[in-house]
């Protein structure tokens, strides 16, 4: 570009920001005379310029948080630890199912471990659970037996699977319908 230009230009358009135009073609205009002007200011008599048209900035609005959902989507820094988890339990976890299972949860039992623990909790197999729940505290609501894999499971409305002892007695949460080991079960009708 020619050096005269670039230096119309660079003075011509200090003052002015495309920003505050609704249109490049309006700025453009207003660039176009104020070049004009400064060129050829010496020759002719200066002319009003048109106002430029600023555009009405819209506030943004932000999305309300859903009171039910306790994590909307994962974060890049939440996603490299549940694949550390994943690799050092040597299970896939499937990050939608664990969202499910993060909101399955109230906000109550969410904010009472971190992260890692939720996520520790639901791809760890059913025996290397910390503090297993029992069927007692389960509260009482219809079951169904259930067989998977070989092995018989009391299955709740709730989508809770507990595993059944030697003598046929549901006994300790194995995990949840869909999620985790109990991936490819499907909910029993009630």
Do not use: C
């Not at 570009?1 to 920003?19: E, H, P, R, Y």
């Not at 070049?35 to 009003?48: D, G, Q, R, T």
């Amino acid at each position: 570009m020619n050096a005269a230009i670039k230096t119309v230009l660079q003075t011509a358009s200090t003052d002015i920001n495309i920003k505050d135009f609704e249109t490049t073609e309006a700025f453009m205009e207003v660039l176009y005379y104020k070049i004009f002007e400064e060129s050829v200011a010496p020759l002719k008599k200066e002319e009003p310029v048109a106002a430029p048209v600023v555009a009405e900035k819209k506030p943004r609005v932000k999305k309300e948080k859903d009171p039910n959902v306790n994590i909307d989507k994962l974060n890049p820094t939440q996603s490299k630890k549940i694949k550390a988890i994943s690799e050092e339990l040597k299970v896939e976890v499937d990050k939608k199912q664990l969202l499910t299972y993060l909101n399955a949860m109230t906000p109550e039992e969410f904010n009472a471990k971190k992260i890692e623990e939720h996520v520790r909790a639901f791809a760890a197999p059913p025996a290397a659970a910390a503090q297993p729940e029992t069927v007692e505290e389960q509260e009482e609501v219809e079951a169904v037996e259930l067989e998977f894999e070989g092995k018989t499971y009391l299955v709740f409305a709730d989508r809770k699977v507990y595993s059944m002892n030697e003598d046929k007695e549901p006994s300790i949460l194995a995990g949840h319908v869909g999620m985790g080991v109990f991936k490819k079960m499907e909910m029993p009708e009630f």
